[in-house]
């Protein structure tokens, strides 16, 4: 398409103007359409392979047969936080819901940055944290990550890098752990630690997206930091372990000041009511989630070791998926197993151009991962 220049273009935003849009996992649909493929499986955007709760399902259909959707749900989300208050014995007035964490990480952003303002995160991070920062445009200070070659955390989060790169400038700090795309994660004392000394008038924002993942043991304590660092801010989704990805939910804990100002910016009606609902039920099947990391982990020790067998170096990773070097441009192997029907995320746009990352299925899924992309290596 050719570029045409407008004039009211100098006006957008330069951070506008410089980001890097997300690029989103492929859909189902349109790998079906493109390739006239009928079956198509996704192992891309690190969504639960079991779906939600059957509790969910069953409030959702209840909900859809009743046909109530002429009303504007509860803009307060009521319900849904009192359920979160108890579940984490924490204030309502602490809480912050949000149609998705993504949502979240941009009420932060509105409220904490904008030009002249900094934040700060890593190397190999989630590609919202750059774009949040970018659309205030405020800038992004990035903190060189551990090398490639390290011998336990290659790509992980360097907590002295943060501090060595910790300025009073720097509004936001940004730590996902476990972190994605790479699957790394920070320990429960390091990151204590650094938190301990991060300067009281900057934010952390500790993304806990993949915490249920952890293995037992490993996952911080982090609530309790919560009442003695004022300046944290921990977001949790309902997309990865409650299979609500498509449904549009998450939450943030924080001091009650930041709830305050994280609530100002918020769209009155952010949470649908179907999103509402299916949570507020979601977090009462703990079961299910159980079953949802049981399943990961055995899975994930499956494919890891499918992964050692083929010479393919995969990263360490506490989440619900691997990211694995090809050792070689990546692109040619993507495009093979996209032609065979499985769509899994490259690495391209998070400056890994040899890697792939591949979300843990069902056993049937990752069956025919492994299958497709032992055809393509061979090929
Ligand atoms: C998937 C993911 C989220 C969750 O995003 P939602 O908007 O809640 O779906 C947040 N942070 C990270 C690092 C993620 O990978």
Known sequence: MTKIEQPFLKNALAGVMALEPYSPGMPIDELQRRLGLSDVIKLASNENPLGPSPQVKAALAEHAASGNVSLYPDGGGFRLKKKIAEFHGIEAERITLGNGSNDLLEFIARVFLGPGRKALFSEYCFA?????????????????????????????????????????????????????????????????????????????????????????????????????????????????????????????????????????????????????????????????????????????????????????????SQANFLTFDLGREAAPIHKGLLERGVIVRPMASYQMPTYLRVSIGTNAENTRFLAALKEVLAA
């Open 128 to 316: 919202v944290y750059p774009l949040a920062t970018l659309a205030q445009n405020a800038e992004a200070i990035v903190a060189k990550a551990l090398p490639s070659d390290h011998p336990t955390m290659p790509y992980g989060h360097d907590l002295d890098a943060f501090a060595a790169a910790l300025t009073p400038e720097v509004s936001v700090v940004m730590i996902a752990n476990p972190n994605n795309p790479t699957g790394t994660w920070v320990e429960a004392a390091p990151l204590e630690a650094f938190i301990a000394q991060v300067p009281a008038s900057t934010l952390i924002v500790l993304d806990e997206a993949y915490i249920e993942y952890f293995e037992p043991g490993l996952a911080p304590a982090s609530r309790a930091w919560l009442d003695r660092y004022p300046n944290l801010v921990i977001t949790r989704t309902f997309s990865k372990t409650y299979g609500l990805a498509g449904l549009r939910a998450g939450y943030a804990l924080s001091h009650p000041s930041v709830a305050d100002l994280l609530n100002r910016v918020r769209q009155p009606f952010n949470l649908n009511m179907l999103a509402l609902l299916a949570a507020e039920v979601a977090l009462g099947d703990q079961a299910h989630v159980a079953e949802a990391v049981e399943l990961n982990r055995s899975e994930m020790a499956r494919l890891k070791a499918e992964f050692d067998a083929l010479g393919l170096k995969t990263l360490p």
